[in-house]
C-alpha cells in the first residue's frame, strides 16, 4: 500500500502533512502514559514522606512554635524600638547580613542591639515561612483523609504571602499604624490555623 507523502511546498493555503498529524496522534496517546507515570511519581513521594523518621505532629508542633517566637520577637522589636532599625527590605542597609561591615553598624543611629532584634526577626520569618509550606505539604501527604488538617495548614499557606507584602510594607511605609495592625492580625490568623493542624494532627494519631 502506497502511503500519501508528505507535501515539499506550501501550497494555496495551509497543507497538513501526514506525518505530524501522525505525530500529534501519538502524542495524543502518550498522554494518559504521562498521566499515568506523574501518579506514580505522586506516591513515591508520598511513599517516601511518609519513611521521614518524625511524624507529621512534631513538625507541625515544631511550625506553631518557630512562628509563635516570630511573633514574639516582633513584639519586642517594636517594643525596643527598632522596627525601623533596618531601614529597607528586605535587605539590611543593602546587605543580607550587616554585621559583616561594621561600618553599618557604627554608623547607624539605632544600636545594634535593635538592629539585631529587626535582623532576625526577618531571618525567623523566611525559616517560619519555609516551615508553614513543608507543613502543607506534610498534611496532603500523611493526612489526606483528614480535611480540617489539609485545610487549616493550607489557610496557613495562602495567608503567608500576604503576611510577606505587610511585613515589607510596615517598614517602607513608616509603620503606619493600619499596617502595623494588619500584620499582627494576620499572624495571629496563621498562628491559629497552625495551632488547628497541630492539634487535630496530635489527637488523631
Avoid at 557604627?106 to 523566611?126: C, D, K, V
Avoid at 510596615?170 to 509603620?175: A, M, S
Wanted: charged share 10%; glycine share 6%; with cysteine.
Amino acid at each position: 500500500m502506497n502511503s500519501r507523502r508528505c507535501p515539499t511546498r506550501w501550497e494555496s493555503g495551509l497543507t497538513l502533512c501526514l506525518q505530524d498529524i501522525n505525530s500529534s496522534h501519538r502524542q495524543s496517546a502518550s498522554l494518559p502514559n504521562i498521566m499515568s507515570q506523574a501518579r506514580l511519581r505522586w506516591h513515591d513521594v508520598r511513599t517516601t514522606i511518609s519513611q521521614i523518621p518524625v511524624e507529621y505532629r512534631h513538625i507541625a508542633g515544631f511550625t506553631l512554635l518557630v512562628t509563635y517566637i516570630v511573633m514574639l520577637l516582633g513584639a519586642y522589636t517594636s517594643a525596643i524600638g527598632a522596627g525601623l532599625s533596618c531601614p529597607d527590605w528586605p535587605t539590611c542597609y543593602g546587605t543580607w547580613v550587616p554585621f559583616l561591615q561594621p561600618e553599618i553598624i557604627t554608623n547607624s543611629p539605632y544600636s545594634a542591639l535593635q538592629i539585631f532584634a529587626e535582623w532576625a526577626h526577618r531571618g525567623l520569618a523566611m525559616t517560619a515561612g519555609v516551615l508553614i509550606v513543608g507543613t502543607t505539604v506534610g498534611a496532603w501527604v500523611t493526612h489526606r483523609n483528614t480535611p480540617i488538617v489539609k485545610w487549616s495548614a493550607t489557610a496557613a499557606l495562602v495567608l503567608l504571602p500576604l503576611q510577606v507584602i505587610l511585613g515589607g510594607l510596615t517598614v517602607t511605609e513608616d509603620l503606619q499604624p493600619i499596617i502595623v495592625t494588619t500584620h499582627l492580625g494576620v499572624a495571629i490568623l496563621i498562628l491559629l490555623c497552625l495551632l488547628t493542624t497541630f492539634l487535630v494532627a496530635y489527637l488523631r494519631r
